[in-house]
């Protein structure tokens, strides 16, 4: 017998962490949890046009299957989750948010191979721009997903659809990818936390965009992140990073770091964005963390490197596309652009990584964190970005999202922490990066502010 009488909405809105011990305890079924996710995102999402498909009856099965005895005790059992298009699920098209796609894949990409066997119910793949490649999620393809804090307004990108699935209630925790940013991005206009592991952290088969893209989850908690990359990641701290969360951080050193990767001269931090990294520092200081404004040493190959993988990285995916004919024109301008970085050029950009590192990591000698700026403002309009050409369209990608791509170029840890909302009730947020392998910091630093500063208990409004 199942305990009667959860709110389906509480249950919904619970994150992964507690839906898993309201399975594992039997206060609800897996299949009555699946339903109720499935139920809500035929419901919702034809709004949000978060996911891209629905795999139904495929979830219905593994929800029986966990009820059924077969995933008794695994961390996710019956817990809902969502998979990115641009990472594998056996039996079903990668998309890329294009036409331009082949068949079903043949198996799960390894890290969603490693979220079932936890126990994990994969309830659809989300919305992605074509190739991934912009910070929005937009397609001819298959349509614009939308904010659930606004309609309006997309849910950032390129993992918009996860983020915006885990933000309106319709799964547990979504699976991401980031590449310049693309799962804090999206966790940042959408309220939610989200991580950038350690490059090579969690194995994947997704193309690497030349070492910039990594996997992750976009989550509701610190709690719910935890628990994803303690089923999916290698090298976990003793009894996993949800058992380590229990302990706070040792008062620690945080560097402010505001400037800006040269050239981009032009980048205006918004008011209210900066209210709010100030509001953060002003809470770490009061939680016993000495925070000192400290610029990060950008070396002037950064921005050149960064871009050349970035733009080869596309080159190379166009080229790779079953029907690369059906790809948007954008699209196909920045493929041309990216094939004009040579394999010299290339190899000059990654084999720059050291350099730039070495520089970046300065901050550490007098900081173990970096406490920096999300976006730059609000998410961009839905469809205000349509048709613009690539160099209009890239100016605009990158003013409004300029400290991501860094941490992509040097591997290291990042991550999104929810900071309150502006005055259109959009979510606000800052971002924090640590030493090379070093998510545990950042995981308690984020749960210690989780903590005195509560995100999750707010909600988007007006969906239904």
């Given at each position: 017998?199942?305990?009667?009488?959860?709110?389906?909405?509480?249950?919904?809105?619970?994150?992964?962490?507690?839906?898993?011990?309201?399975?594992?305890?039997g206060?609800?079924?897996?299949?009555?949890?699946t339903?109720?996710?499935?139920?809500?995102?035929?419901?919702?999402?034809?709004?949000?046009?978060?996911?891209?498909?629905?795999?139904?009856?495929?979830?219905?099965?593994?929800?029986?299957?966990?009820?059924?005895?077969?995933?008794?005790?695994?961390?996710?059992?019956?817990?809902?989750?969502?998979?990115?298009?641009?990472?594998d699920?056996?039996?079903?098209?990668?998309?890329w948010?294009?036409?331009?796609?082949?068949?079903?894949?043949?198996?799960?990409?390894?890290?969603?191979?490693?979220?079932?066997?936890?126990?994990?119910?994969?309830?659809?793949?989300?919305?992605?721009?074509?190739?991934?490649?912009w910070?929005?999620?937009?397609?001819?393809?298959?349509?614009?997903?939308?904010?659930?804090?606004?309609?309006?307004?997309?849910?950032?990108?390129?993992?918009?659809?996860?983020?915006?699935?885990?933000?309106?209630?319709l799964?547990?925790?979504?699976?991401?990818?980031?590449?310049?940013?693309?799962?804090?991005?999206?966790?940042?206009?959408?309220g939610?936390?989200?991580?950038k592991?350690?490059?090579?952290?969690?194995?994947?088969?997704?193309?690497?965009?030349?070492?910039?893209?990594?996997?992750?989850?976009?989550?509701?908690?610190?709690?719910?992140?935890?628990?994803?990359?303690d089923?999916?990641?290698?090298?976990?701290?003793?009894?996993?990073?949800?058992a380590?969360?229990?302990?706070?951080?040792?008062?620690?050193?945080i560097?402010?770091?505001?400037?800006?990767?040269?050239?981009?001269?032009g980048?205006?931090?918004g008011?209210?964005q900066?209210?709010?990294?100030?509001?953060?520092?002003?809470?770490l200081?009061?939680?016993?963390?000495?925070?000192?404004?400290?610029?990060?040493?950008?070396?002037?190959?950064?921005?050149?490197?960064?871009v050349?993988?970035?733009?080869?990285?596309?080159h190379?995916?166009?080229?790779?596309?079953?029907?690369?004919?059906?790809?948007?024109?954008?699209?196909?301008?920045?493929?041309?652009?990216?094939?004009?970085?040579?394999?010299?050029?290339l190899?000059?950009?990654?084999?720059?990584?050291?350099?730039?590192?070495?520089?970046?990591?300065?901050?550490?000698?007098?900081?173990?964190?970096?406490l920096?700026?999300?976006p730059?403002?609000?998410?961009?309009?839905?469809?205000?970005?349509?048709?613009?050409?690539?160099?209009?369209?890239?100016?605009?990608?990158?003013?409004?999202?300029?400290?991501?791509?860094?941490?992509?170029?040097?591997?290291?840890?990042a991550?999104?922490?929810?900071?309150?909302?502006?005055?259109?009730?959009?979510?606000?947020?800052?971002?924090?990066?640590?030493?090379?392998g070093?998510?545990?910091?950042?995981?308690?630093?984020?749960?210690?502010?989780?903590?005195?500063?509560?995100?999750?208990?707010?909600?988007?409004?007006?969906?239904?």
């Open positions: 017998m199942f305990a009667p009488v959860i709110d389906a909405e509480d249950l919904l809105f619970a994150g992964a962490a507690e839906q898993a011990r309201m399975i594992r305890e206060a609800v079924s897996a299949r009555a949890l339903e109720a996710t499935l139920d809500r995102i035929a419901r919702i999402d034809p709004q949000l046009n978060a996911f891209r498909v629905v795999l139904r009856e495929q979830a219905l099965a593994e929800a029986d299957a966990v009820d059924g005895g077969h995933a008794k005790g695994l961390p996710l059992a019956g817990v809902p989750i969502a998979v990115k298009d641009d990472v699920v056996s039996g079903e098209v990668t998309a948010g294009s036409l331009a796609h082949g068949g079903p894949r043949p198996h799960d990409d390894p890290a969603v191979a490693r979220l079932r066997a936890a126990g994990a119910v994969i309830v659809g793949k989300t919305s992605v721009p074509e190739l991934t490649i910070p929005w999620a937009e397609s001819l393809a298959f349509g614009a997903a939308r904010n659930p804090w606004s309609l309006d307004h997309t849910p950032g990108g390129s993992s918009g659809g996860s983020g915006a699935a885990a933000a309106a209630g799964c547990g925790v979504a699976l991401g990818s980031d590449g310049l940013g693309s799962v804090r991005i999206p966790a940042a206009f959408n939610l936390f989200g991580i592991p350690q490059r090579d952290r969690i194995p994947t088969r997704l193309d690497p965009w030349n070492g910039l893209s990594v996997v992750g989850p976009l989550a509701r908690t610190v709690a719910d992140a935890a628990l994803f990359l089923a999916t990641a290698d090298g976990l701290p003793e009894g996993g990073f949800s380590a969360l229990a302990a706070p951080p040792t008062p620690l050193r560097a402010l770091a505001v400037n800006v990767p040269p050239p981009l001269v980048v205006r931090l008011a209210e900066r209210r709010a990294l100030e509001a953060t520092a002003v809470l200081r009061e939680l016993g963390h000495t925070v000192v404004e400290h610029d990060i040493d950008y070396p002037a190959a950064a921005f050149p490197s960064i050349a993988r970035y733009l080869r990285s596309i190379d995916c166009a080229a790779g596309m079953t029907y690369p004919e059906r790809l948007e024109r954008r699209t196909k301008g920045m493929a041309r652009l990216g094939g004009l970085i040579s394999d010299a050029r190899g000059w950009a990654c084999a720059m990584e050291p350099t730039i590192a070495e520089h970046v990591n300065r901050v550490f000698d007098s900081a173990d964190v970096v920096f700026p999300g730059s403002g609000p998410p961009f309009r839905v469809g205000e970005l349509q048709g613009r050409g690539v160099a209009w369209t890239l100016n605009a990608a990158a003013l409004r999202v300029p400290w991501y791509g860094v941490w992509n170029a040097i591997g290291q840890p991550t999104s922490v929810p900071a309150g909302f502006d005055a259109d009730g959009l979510p606000l947020a800052a971002q924090f990066a640590g030493k090379p070093d998510e545990l910091t950042l995981l308690r630093l984020a749960a210690q502010l989780e903590a005195i500063r509560p995100w999750s208990q707010h909600r988007p409004g007006g969906l239904e």
